[in-house]
Nanobody, 130 residues
Framework: QVQLVESGGGLVEAGGSLRLSCAAS????????MGWFRQAPGKEREFVAA????????TSAESVKGRFTISRDNAKNTVYLQMNSLKIEDTAVYYC???????????????????????WGQGTQVTVSS
């Protein structure tokens, strides 16, 4: 019902910045919230940030707080992840995901769980070099 395509990944040096985009198509108005996750080889998929599309309320992981900012442009059906002060440990494939279900609260415990999302993009590689 929802197709998600990430873009904006690439190779940057530590301390640099990237902005990832997630373009949604299909039944996009059914999505209540959008999230960003990342996964490094051999590691679990890790929550990065999420945003409620209607209100703009956000939640993010402590590891990226103050460095990464999630935002959305509902008119463009696009969600962004602005990544500043990148560290080597930020290297991963970054995925966006959509949750179609209403939630009463913006809860990190809920939005940090990949199983709570209904649709996923294919990911975009972010590599941070020293």
């Amino acid at each position: 019902q929802v197709q998600l395509v990430e873009s904006g990944g690439g190779l940057v040096e530590a301390g640099g910045s990237l902005r990832l985009s997630c373009a949604a198509s299909g039944r996009t108005r059914g999505s209540y919230a959008m999230g960003w996750f990342r996964q490094a080889p051999g590691k679990e998929r890790e929550f990065v940030a999420a945003i409620v599309k209607s209100t703009g309320a956000t939640t993010s992981a402590e590891s990226v707080k103050g460095r990464f900012t999630i935002s959305r442009d509902n008119a463009k059906n696009t969600v962004y992840l602005q990544m500043n002060s990148l560290k080597i440990e930020d290297t991963a494939v970054y995925y966006c995901a959509a949750d179609v279900h209403y939630q009463q609260a913006v809860s990190t415990s809920y939005y940090s769980r990949p199983s709570n999302y209904d649709f996923w993009g294919q990911g975009t590689q972010v590599t941070v070099s020293s």
